[in-house]
C-alpha cells in the first residue's frame, strides 16, 4: 500500500469522521429559552410579597416581581446609580413622590427619574402586581441621558400602553397592533414595546444581536416562542428571556391573544439603530 493512501486511512479520514461527529452534536443541541412565571397569590398574611426574575439574565440588571395587599404603603429607595422602571400588570395604586401623584392601572409604566423615593399606596382589599427593573447606569450612559433633548427628561416618566404611539414592522401581520412604550431617546440603551393579535397570527423570524430582549406576558396572553429550532409556551404574567443572537418568533393560534410587553437591552447604543425598523403610524390612520 502506498504511503499516501496509509496516511490518508490512519490520520486524514478518523479526523474528518471527528469533525463530522462534532458538528453534528452541536446541530443537535437546542437553544434554551429561559422562562418564568409570576406567582400572582400572595402568601397568606403578607402584605408585601417579592420574588425575584430571571437571576443574572440581563447584564447589570435586577428584574423582581411584587405584590401589594392594601391597605398597604411601601416606601421606595432609588439611586442615580440605576434606573427604576415600574411595569404594572395588575390592580390599582396610587404612586407618591413629593406632592406628585399618578393612579396607577394595569398595563401602565412609571420611571422615577429626579427623586430620591417613592411610594406605592394600595387601598383596602386590592392587590397591585407590577415588575420592578433596576438597571445599573454606567458613566455613558450618565452623560447620555445629561445630552438627550430637554423634551425627553422627565421627573417621573408615565404612560399607559393603550396611550402610546402604534407602529408598523415587516415581520408583524397588519391585525398585529404594536405600541412603542419606552421609545429610545429617555432611558439609555432601553426600550419597551407592546405587540398584541388575535389569532392566528405571527411576528416572522428575525435576529438581533446587538440586544438582550425579555417577554414579559400580559394579561390574556397565550403564545408560542420559538428560538433556533425551540419552542416554549408563553402564558399571562411570565417573562422570557430571548436567547441572545437567536433567530426567534412567535405564533399565536386561533381563538387565543398574543399580548406581551417586549424589552429591549441594547449592548451598546450604537445597536439602537435597529429601533428604525418601527415605523410610526399617524393615529388619524387607526
Not at 72 to 89: C, D, G, H, P
Request: proline content about 5%; charged content about 20%.
Amino acid at each position: 500500500m502506498k504511503l499516501s493512501k496509509i496516511l490518508r486511512c490512519v490520520v486524514i479520514y478518523p479526523l474528518v469522521f471527528g469533525l463530522m461527529i462534532i458538528l453534528a452534536v452541536s446541530c443537535s443541541k437546542s437553544t434554551k429559552i429561559i422562562v418564568q412565571d409570576m406567582n400572582m397569590q400572595v402568601p397568606s398574611g403578607e402584605q408585601i410579597f417579592s420574588e425575584e426574575m430571571l437571576h443574572g439574565e440581563i447584564s447589570d440588571t435586577k428584574i423582581e416581581h411584587f405584590a401589594v395587599s392594601g391597605p398597604a404603603v411601601q416606601t421606595i429607595s432609588l439611586s442615580s446609580e440605576n434606573v427604576n422602571m415600574f411595569v404594572f400588570i395588575k390592580g390599582t395604586g396610587i404612586l407618591k413622590a413629593d406632592t406628585l401623584s399618578i393612579g396607577l392601572v394595569p398595563e401602565s409604566l412609571a420611571i422615577p427619574v429626579q427623586y430620591k423615593n417613592v411610594t406605592i399606596n394600595v387601598a383596602e382589599g386590592e392587590v397591585l402586581h407590577y415588575v420592578r427593573f433596576i438597571k445599573k447606569l454606567s458613566e455613558q450612559d450618565k452623560k447620555d441621558m445629561e445630552e438627550f433633548p430637554d423634551k425627553n427628561k422627565y421627573n417621573i416618566y408615565f404612560t399607559k400602553f393603550s396611550d402610546c404611539q402604534p407602529y408598523t414592522e415587516k415581520i408583524k401581520s397588519p391585525n398585529t397592533v404594536s405600541r412603542m412604550v419606552l421609545p429610545g431617546d429617555i432611558i439609555p440603551r432601553v426600550a419597551l414595546g407592546t405587540v398584541k393579535a388575535s389569532g392566528p397570527d405571527r411576528v416572522g423570524s428575525h435576529i438581533h444581536a446587538m440586544l438582550d430582549q425579555l417577554f414579559l406576558g400580559l394579561a390574556g396572553n397565550d403564545i408560542t416562542v420559538r428560538a433556533d429550532g425551540t419552542s416554549i409556551k408563553l402564558g399571562e404574567f411570565s417573562l422570557l428571556h430571548i436567547p441572545l443572537g437567536s433567530a426567534h418568533g412567535v405564533s399565536v393560534e386561533k381563538n387565543k391573544q398574543m399580548y406581551y410587553l417586549w424589552m429591549d437591552f441594547f449592548l451598546s447604543k450604537e445597536g439602537q439603530v435597529w429601533l428604525k425598523t418601527h415605523k410610526p403610524v399617524a393615529v388619524d390612520d387607526k
